[in-house]
């Protein structure tokens, strides 16, 4: 073969190389780009159901820490009201205690020039408006 036939024969190839390529790109890309979409749309929905798994595990989280929080304030209610009911058991029969604690509080709310209430037999404070007005 000469030269000028071979210049044309890969001339001739090269124009059928490019000629397939702007065909493979003219036909392939369109697919190619809902192929693309498609793989996209699924990483999303992959995403969307991890995010969601992870609401799910702290909606759990915070539901467990509510209920052990719950626990807990109960035995705190229970041991307050043990409490209670010792200090209760201890005072029932302790009227002469009591009257001394009263004297007591009386004593040192003097300092801080506090009313105090002293409530009568029948349950009745007695009332010392007049001696405020002075």
Avoid: C
């Avoid at 000469?2 to 493979?24: C, H, P, R, W, Y």
């Avoid at 969307?48 to 209610?77: D, H, S």
Wanted: charged share 20%.
């Amino acid at each position: 073969m000469s030269d000028g036939a071979q210049l044309t024969l890969m001339g001739t190839v090269i124009l059928f190389i490019v000629a397939g390529l702007i065909a493979l790109f003219m036909f392939g890309g369109p697919h190619y780009a809902v192929w693309q979409k498609g793989m996209a749309g699924q990483a999303e929905l992959r995403q969307a159901e991890q995010n969601k798994q992870i609401r799910v595990e702290e909606a759990r989280a915070q539901m467990e820490a509510a209920k052990l929080l719950a626990e807990a304030e109960i035995e705190r209610a229970k041991g307050v009201a043990e409490a209670n009911r010792i200090i209760g058991e201890s005072l029932k029969d302790s009227e002469a205690y009591l009257r001394y604690l009263w004297v007591q509080s009386i004593s040192e709310g003097s300092a801080n020039r506090q009313i105090i209430y002293i409530p009568t037999e029948g349950n009745l404070p007695i009332l010392e408006a007049s001696r405020l007005n002075q």
